[in-house]
Structures are given as structure tokens and as C-alpha cells.
């Protein structure tokens, strides 16, 4: 019996708890560190240039794989963090300062300040050399950083070369962040491509025996992400919007008259031009 009533006792103690609990409102604790926060540190001339980019577009650039908060709190950053799977997913760093400030500096007047900040990644990570998958990419997204390689490269480009390599970044994250918010304004979109042969050709796997084929032209196809394929596969919805993203970013004023021959691709970069000047600064 006394069991019986400890029970009912410890019952109705959690059941006001919880009654307590459903009606209080929840509310941030404040306790929770501000990890991809940028810290002023005015005696490192590098990281007193990333702190004024934080301050003015809110963009956390690192050239290191480790945020420190203080001596005592510290997280990785975790480039290759996946939500189902760990990427295969590596990098060589750099620790040349001049280099990394000639970096920041084209992060912040070729990149960060041309798109709008929602579609900012979490932080972007610098470094000379990224792998993925053993395959040397210049940009690769993770959800919690965005790697940008060439470090040691950037400040040495042309102008041109600096335009073309910030239109292939702002493209990496804004394809995404349309991608993931805009997929009813994106329908039209696939759906040129989607005319041409009359069934859904994206992410497929081609072949001589693929209609189309491994060696037809991906401008065929409504597609400017190559020349062909070889027993490999046409691109996802998200490569293929990516390329058109970085077009864009790039203003070639030649581009309509270069694929003047390719009806579905012009459609398919007005629609993109279109909805991109709404993110665009």
C-alpha cells in the first residue's frame, strides 16, 4: 500500500511539473556561446580585418578549423559535418598572413557584399588546397562552413580571374539557399530542361544506349556545366542551377549571344536572372 501511494504521490508531482511547464513560455537561456561570432583582436592586423567584415556584412571568415571563445571553450568547426554521413572531405591550411589578408580583402569586395546576408553561409573557411573526395575543388558547402581554397592563389589573380573565382563562391551558396527556399519559383526552371526529351534527365546516368547519350552536348540538353559526359551522369537540379547562378554573377554580356543557338538555356538563364536580382546587392 505504501508503494501504491509513493507512486501516486511522485505522478502528481510530474504532472503539475509538466502542467507548469506547458505553461510557461520558452525563451532562450543567453547561456548559449555565439560560436561563428567574430572577436576583435586589434594587435593582429589579419584578424582585426576579418573582425571590421564581420561588423559591417556579418560574414565569419576563419583560417583556422578550431573557434576559440576563450582558453577554456573551443569547438572544430567541422567542415565535413554531415547530418547522416561524415564527407570525405580534407584540406591543407594556410598560415600566410599576407595571403590571408589579400583573401579577406576579396572575400569582402568581390563576395560577401554582393549578395544579400540571408543566404550567407554559417562561416566561410580559408585555406591553400581542399580535397573532396580526393578531387582538388576550389569551393566545397558544408553546413557549417563553406571552404574557400586558393589562398595562396587569390591575391595573385587578375581581376578577371579574382570575378570569375567570387561568381563560382556566391554560386556554391546561393544556389543552395535557392535551392532549399525557392522551390516553387525554381519548377519553371526544371521544367525547360525537363521539355527537351520529355522526362526528367537530371542526375542521370548516360550512356551510347541513353537517349540522350553520353556524348551528347549538355548545351543539348538545356544544361552549361560541359561539353559532354562519358559513362558518367548529367547534373543534379542543384549543379545545374549553380552553374547558371555563377553566369549571372560573372556579366558577361556576351553569354546571350554565345548561347544564341540554345532557346532553352537563354529561358532558363532570364528565369534564374530574374529571381536572383531580389538577393542580389
Same mark, same amino acid.
Given at each position: 500500500?505504501?508503494?501504491?501511494?509513493?507512486?501516486?504521490?511522485?505522478?502528481?508531482?510530474?504532472?503539475?511539473?509538466?502542467?507548469? $511547464?506547458e /505553461?510557461?513560455?520558452?525563451?532562450?537561456? *543567453?547561456l548559449?556561446?555565439?560560436?561563428?561570432?567574430?572577436?576583435? /583582436?586589434?594587435?593582429?592586423?589579419?584578424?582585426?580585418?576579418?573582425?571590421?567584415? @564581420?561588423?559591417?556584412?556579418?560574414?565569419?571568415?576563419?583560417y583556422?578549423?578550431?573557434?576559440?571563445?576563450?582558453?577554456?571553450?573551443?569547438?572544430?568547426?567541422n +567542415?565535413?559535418?554531415?547530418?547522416?554521413?561524415?564527407?570525405?572531405?580534407?584540406?591543407?591550411?594556410?598560415?600566410? $598572413?599576407?595571403?590571408?589578408?589579400? #583573401?579577406?580583402?576579396?572575400?569582402?569586395?568581390?563576395?560577401?557584399?554582393?549578395?544579400? *546576408?540571408? +543566404?550567407?553561409?554559417?562561416? @566561410?573557411?580559408?585555406?591553400?588546397?581542399?580535397?573532396?573526395?580526393?578531387?582538388?575543388v576550389?569551393?566545397?558547402?558544408?553546413?557549417?562552413?563553406?571552404?574557400?581554397?586558393?589562398?595562396?592563389?587569390?591575391?595573385?589573380?587578375?581581376?578577371?580571374?579574382?570575378?570569375?573565382?567570387?561568381? &563560382?563562391?556566391?554560386a &556554391?551558396?546561393?544556389?543552395?539557399?535557392?535551392?532549399?527556399? #525557392?522551390? $516553387?519559383?525554381?519548377?519553371?526552371?526544371? &521544367?525547360?530542361?525537363?521539355?527537351?526529351?520529355?522526362?526528367?534527365?537530371? +542526375?542521370?546516368?548516360?550512356?551510347?544506349?541513353? $537517349?540522350?547519350?553520353?556524348?551528347?552536348?549538355?548545351?543539348?540538353?538545356?544544361?552549361?556545366?560541359?561539353?559532354? #559526359?562519358?559513362?558518367?551522369?548529367?547534373?543534379?537540379?542543384?549543379q545545374?542551377?549553380?552553374?547558371?547562378?555563377? &553566369?549571372?554573377?560573372?556579366?558577361?554580356?556576351?553569354?546571350?549571344?554565345?548561347?544564341g543557338?540554345?532557346?532553352?538555356?537563354?529561358?532558363?538563364?532570364?528565369?534564374?536572372?530574374?529571381?536572383?536580382?531580389? @538577393?542580389?546587392?
Amino acid at each position: 500500500m505504501k508503494n501504491i501511494l509513493l507512486f501516486y504521490a511522485i505522478w502528481s508531482c510530474l504532472f503539475v511539473a509538466c502542467n507548469n $511547464e506547458e /505553461n510557461d513560455t520558452l525563451s532562450p537561456s *543567453g547561456l548559449e556561446p555565439e560560436w561563428f561570432a567574430i572577436q576583435d /583582436n586589434p594587435n593582429n592586423e589579419l584578424d582585426h580585418l576579418i573582425y571590421t567584415v @564581420y561588423q559591417t556584412y556579418g560574414a565569419s571568415i576563419f583560417y583556422k578549423d578550431t573557434i576559440w571563445l576563450d582558453n577554456n571553450r573551443f569547438t572544430p568547426l567541422n +567542415a565535413d559535418y554531415e547530418i547522416t554521413i561524415k564527407k570525405n572531405v580534407t584540406y591543407a591550411k594556410s598560415h600566410d $598572413e599576407k595571403e590571408l589578408s589579400a #583573401c579577406v580583402s576579396f572575400m569582402r569586395d568581390l563576395v560577401v557584399s554582393k549578395f544579400d *546576408g540571408d +543566404a550567407l553561409p554559417l562561416s @566561410y573557411l580559408l585555406v591553400d588546397t581542399c580535397w573532396d573526395n580526393k578531387v582538388i575543388v576550389d569551393v566545397y558547402k558544408g553546413l557549417r562552413t563553406t571552404i574557400v581554397s586558393n589562398a595562396q592563389k587569390i591575391g595573385k589573380m587578375t581581376p578577371s580571374e579574382q570575378k570569375e573565382f567570387a561568381a &563560382k563562391v556566391i554560386a &556554391k551558396d546561393l544556389s543552395y539557399y535557392l535551392f532549399e527556399h #525557392c522551390d $516553387e519559383a525554381l519548377q519553371p526552371f526544371y &521544367k525547360i530542361t525537363y521539355d527537351v526529351y520529355g522526362k526528367d534527365i537530371y +542526375a542521370m546516368y548516360l550512356s551510347k544506349y541513353t $537517349e540522350p547519350t553520353n556524348t551528347t552536348p549538355f548545351e543539348d540538353f538545356s544544361m552549361i556545366t560541359g561539353t559532354g #559526359c562519358e559513362s558518367g551522369y548529367t547534373p543534379s537540379q542543384l549543379q545545374d542551377l549553380e552553374m547558371f547562378v555563377s &553566369k549571372i554573377f560573372l556579366d558577361d554580356p556576351a553569354f546571350e549571344t554565345t548561347y544564341g543557338d540554345y532557346p532553352p538555356i537563354l529561358k532558363k538563364f532570364r528565369l534564374i536572372k530574374e529571381l536572383v536580382k531580389k @538577393y542580389r546587392k
